[in-house]
């Protein structure tokens, strides 16, 4: 079985300030981690992702994620928050046995706000 | 533009009436899923095809629900006899799966938004 627990329902930050967002995961076998971005009335869009290769992983939009196995945790960071980041981030797991099926588990989201 | 589509983007019904929902894939996908959506949580997996055969379902889809993909390419999901807890958004996917292919990189549409009252 897999879940993913996304810590932070809400994150304010200011423009120019670090960003955090925090995902712990459970996984049976060697998960595939994955973070995607919804902005209001967008689609999801991949921002990055993980599956065995570099422990730190670097998307899109100078965002990057760091897997930890010890601590099974995936957070988000990003060094300086710009005003177009503000959207609902998601953090997702894979079983790497890929299923196929039901192999994305979903968690609930956090809200990126953005202040001036 | 040759990303998922999905129509209509918002359609509002009055409980127990039939709704159906199309989504074309990117056009080389060949797998496609739907996701539900609700107001303040993740997406949640309904239903997955890989060509036209839908290979599992989730214990979300009741009766009410069915889905198909009937030429490999574009699919629909019909919900018969709204109920006001069927409000939510919708969600298509799909992925190309071959031997190398990662899986998890899906590439989603906008969705499509129900409301019943």
């Known amino acids: 079985a897999q879940s993913v627990t996304q810590l932070d329902s809400h994150v304010s930050v200011s423009e120019g300030t670090p960003v955090l967002l925090r995902c712990n995961y459970s996984s049976s076998y060697s998960p595939s981690l994955f973070w995607y971005v919804q902005h209001p009335n967008k689609g999801l869009q991949l921002l990055l992702k993980?599956?065995?290769?570099?422990?730190l992983v670097k998307g899109i939009n100078g965002f990057e994620a760091e897997f930890k196995k010890s601590e099974t945790s995936f957070h988000l960071t990003k060094p300086s928050a710009h005003m177009s980041d503000a959207a609902e981030y998601f953090c997702?797991?894979?079983?790497?046995?890929?299923?196929?099926?039901?192999?994305?588990?979903f968690g609930s989201g956090t809200r990126l706000q953005v202040q001036p | 533009d040759t990303g998922v589509s999905q129509d209509p983007r918002h359609k509002i019904t009055k409980r127990g009436q039939n709704v159906t929902f199309r989504c074309d894939p990117i056009s080389e996908h060949n797998r496609l899923y739907w996701y539900r959506q609700t107001l303040g949580q993740g997406p949640e997996f309904l239903t997955y095809?890989?060509?036209?055969?839908?290979?599992?379902k989730s214990r979300l889809l009741s009766d009410r629900f069915s889905a198909e993909r009937p030429k490999g390419s574009f699919s629909t999901l019909e919900i018969q006899r709204t109920e006001q807890g069927d409000s939510a958004m919708y969600l298509c996917?799909?992925?190309?799966?071959?031997?190398?292919?990662?899986?998890?990189?899906?590439?989603f549409g906008e969705g499509s938004r129900l409301t019943v009252l």
């Open positions: 993980y599956t065995s290769a570099a422990t």
């Open positions: 997702v797991v894979s079983d790497q046995r890929d299923t196929g099926r039901r192999a994305l588990t």
């Open positions: 095809f890989q060509n036209e055969a839908q290979l599992e």
């Open positions: 996917a799909s992925s190309f799966r071959s031997g190398g292919a990662v899986p998890g990189e899906l590439f």
